[in-house]
Nanobody
Framework: QVQLVESGGGLVQPGGSLRLSCAFS????????MGWYRQAPGKQRELVAS??????????NYADSVKGRFTISRDNAKNTVDLQMNSLNAEDTAVYYC????????WGQGTQVTVSS
């Protein structure tokens, strides 16, 4: 059974950086499409970034609001997917969720990111 555990959230000042990490426990990590989503208070959960499986070339996709600031990466040897977040602003404040997708969606418990001075 696949489980996802996020880490790396916290409080950061505007303009700062954070790196989120998601640990995947289970088998066949490399076939999953991995993604990071976020949900701000009163808003719907939205896709932040995703990265395809190794068999699809590991191509990435980003929400327009984070392009050029966030970078998603995966380590198929360590079964992890990271989200490097730079130039953070208040609009990035949300709970960030790791997602694994292969015929079904699997979610982590979420990690809070707060951007505030």
């Amino acid at each position: 059974q696949v489980q996802l555990v996020e880490s790396g959230g916290g409080l950061v000042q505007p303009g700062g950086s954070l790196r989120l990490s998601c640990a995947f426990s289970g088998s066949m990590f490399s076939i999953y499409v991995m993604g990071w989503y976020r949900q701000a208070p009163g808003k719907q959960r939205e896709l932040v970034a995703s990265i395809t499986s190794i068999f699809s070339g590991g191509s990435t996709n980003y929400a327009d609001s984070v392009k050029g600031r966030f970078t998603i990466s995966r380590d198929n040897a360590k079964n992890t997917v990271d989200l490097q977040m730079n130039s953070l602003n208040a609009e990035d404040t949300a709970v960030y969720y790791c997602n694994a997708r292969f015929h079904q969606d699997i979610w982590g418990q979420g990690t809070q990111v707060t951007v505030s001075s």
